[in-house]
C-alpha cells in the first residue's frame, strides 16, 4: 500500500468506514503481532496483544492526527506500550534473566540444534535489556531484513537516527554479551561445522 492509498484509508476510516479500517489492518497486522511476539516470545500473548493494539487504534483513530510518520509508526508506539502493560501485570520485565551472571559454556561436541538454541536464548536476553527504540530497531533491521531507509520510513525519522541508534544497539549488545563471557566467534563457527 503506498502513502497515497494509505491516507486515503485513513481518512475514510476515521469517518467510521470499516471497510477502510480493514485493509488498514490487513496491512499491517503481520509486521505489528512480529513485533510484539519478538518481545513476549509467546504465540498466544502475541496474538491477544496483537489484538488488543489494533482495538486501542480503532477507539484512538477518530483522535488521530496524521503527520510525515507512517501509520504503522503510530501502530508500533500503541504496541511498544501494550507491552510494556503486559510485562506491568505480570510484575516482570521481559526476558532479562541472570545472562551477567551464566557464562554460557560453548563446547564443539554439542549438537549444532542445541547450540543455535542457545544462541537464540541469548541473544534474545540481551536485546531485551535494550531500549524499546533499539528494540525496534534490532527488529526491523534483522529479523525483517529491511534496509535503513525502510526502517526510517516506517519509524517516522530520518536514516541517520536510525544509524545511530543501531550503532547503539549493537555496542550495547556486544558488550552485554562479552561480560556474559559470550563467545560469539566460537558458536557461530561451532554452528558451521
Known sequence: MDRGDERKWIKEARRGDVEAFAALYREHVQAIFRFVYHR??????????????FVRALEALPNYQPTEAPFLAWLYSIARARVIDFYRQQGRRPAESDVDEQPVPVEMDLDAPLMQQQLVAD??????????????????????????????????????????????????????????????????????S
Open 123 to 192: 541473544l534474545r536476553k540481551a536485546v531485551a535489556n535494550l531500549t524499546p527504540e533499539q528494540q525496534q530497531v534490532i527488529h526491523l533491521r534483522f529479523v525483517e531484513g529491511l534496509r535503513l531507509e525502510e526502517v526510517a520510513t516506517r519509524l517516522g525519522k530520518n536514516a541517520n537516527a536510525i544509524k545511530a541508534l543501531q550503532h547503539r544497539a549493537l555496542r550495547a549488545l556486544a558488550a552485554r554479551l562479552e561480560r556474559s563471557n559470550f563467545d560469539l566467534e566460537s558458536t557461530l563457527a561451532g554452528l558451521s
Open 40 to 53: 513476549v516470545n509467546d504465540r498466544a500473548q502475541a496474538e491477544d496483544i496483537t489484538g488488543d493494539v
